[in-house]
């Protein structure tokens, strides 16, 4: 159903013959009484994604609850195959969505990589903390030095740059982009664990005490770190 949907991007098919895959898909999907295994659960999922259907139509749900519950207490799932298929899916995309983005980078307004780390702009000095767990357990901390007016999607971009634990995903589907994932740690919606934002300033950063810290839920683009700001993101239950 997937190479259908890509030739009848390119008109390669018939509407009709499309219409014709895409009920016999549906079909055989509703006949079938288990998702069977995550690779299959996901793969389905993708060509769920690409057509477009409400949840009545194309029991996204059971699929969703499936894969969730095939995620493994580190975060990961079965196999690297398993999380190469699963991690689109997680964000509301599909490999063929995923594809159209291989060939010349798109133009974006954050600002490159090489710009950001030039010494002449690195005029402020900012924390970047990391906590897991609440209490929190474990907390990393990052002295970055950025430059004034880059936004915390910068700042966040140049974090990783410096140290994989910083590496984030962001789901860019809904109105503002979302950190779903960071160190290779994704949220658990089954678990209730997510990513929370808090921004702070000259607050002792070995006290992670959530009283003295602002909670933000809004866009990430919207933050423009200044000298001796202080940012958290927080894994923890909601």
Known sequence: ?????????????????????????????????????????????????QLKLNETESNIPKFMDFILRKQQIDGSFESILAAYLVLPVLSGRNLLQIGKQCGPRPQTD?????????????????????????PAEISQILQIQVQ???????????????????????????????VYSIGGIPNDAEKGMIWRLYVTTSVNSSDVNEN???????????IFPKEEDEILFWYKPT
């Open 110 to 134: 954050i600002t490159p990589i090489e710009v950001l780390k030039s010494p002449e702009h690195q005029n402020n000095s900012v924390k970047y903390i990391l906590s897991i767990g609440n």
């Open 148 to 178: 004034e007016g880059i936004n915390l999607l910068d700042v966040m971009k140049m974090a990783q740059d410096i140290s994989p634990q910083y590496r984030f995903l962001l789901n860019e589907n809904q109105e503002f982009p979302e």
């Open 212 to 222: 003295h810290m602002t909670p933000y839920a809004g866009n990430i683009k919207d």
């Open 1 to 49: 159903m997937l190479a259908v949907s890509s030739t009848f991007e390119t008109n390669s098919v018939s509407i009709q013959m499309y219409e014709d895959f895409q009920t016999k898909f549906l079909q055989t999907l509703n006949s079938r009484n288990s998702p069977g295994n995550i690779y299959e659960a996901a793969l389905t999922m993708h060509v769920l994604i």
